[in-house]
C-alpha cells in the first residue's frame, strides 16, 4: 500500500511558476508510473504528466496544454516526484492530485484515472491573472 503527499501549492501570478513534490510511503515501485492530475471547480480530474520507467529507460508523457510549461521528474531513491509548472496560466488553477500506480502501465492505460491504485490528498493552485 502506498502513501502520497503533495505540497508546493500556492497562489502565484500569471507568467509564474511553482513547483509541486510528492512524497511516497509504503510499498513502492520505482518501474511503475506516477503522475500528476488536475481538477478544477467544476470540471473533472485530468491527466497532466505523467512518468515511468520503460523497457528502453524512464519515459513522461505530457498532456497537450502543458507541453513546454511544465516538467515532471521523479526520484527514486528519495520516492519522490515532482512537478515543475512555469509559465502558469489562469487555467492552470486546480487542485492537483500525486497517483502512483501498483503494476505496469501500457498504452492508453497510462491516462487512465481508474489505473492508478494510489492518490494523495491534493494541493491548490490558483493562479491570478
Known amino acids: 500500500q502506498v502513501q502520497l503527499v503533495e505540497s508546493g501549492g500556492g497562489l502565484v501570478q500569471a507568467g509564474g511558476s511553482l513547483r509541486l513534490s510528492c512524497a511516497a510511503s509504503g510499498r513502492t515501485f520505482s518501474s511503475y508510473p506516477m503522475g500528476w492530475f488536475r481538477q478544477a471547480p467544476g470540471k473533472e480530474r485530468e491527466v497532466v504528466a505523467i512518468t515511468w520507467n520503460g523497457w528502453s529507460g524512464d519515459n513522461t508523457y505530457y498532456a497537450e496544454f502543458v507541453k513546454g510549461r511544465f516538467t515532471i521528474s521523479r526520484d527514486n531513491t528519495e520516492n519522490t516526484v515532482s512537478l515543475q509548472m512555469n509559465s502558469l496560466k489562469p487555467e492552470d488553477t486546480a487542485v492537483y492530485y500525486c497517483?502512483?500506480?501498483?503494476?505496469?502501465?501500457?498504452?492508453?492505460?497510462?491516462?487512465?484515472?481508474?489505473?492508478?491504485?494510489?492518490w494523495g490528498q491534493g494541493t491548490q493552485v490558483s493562479v491570478s491573472s
Open positions: 497517483a502512483a500506480a501498483d503494476r505496469r502501465l501500457d498504452g492508453s492505460a497510462l491516462t487512465t484515472l481508474s489505473a492508478y491504485a494510489a
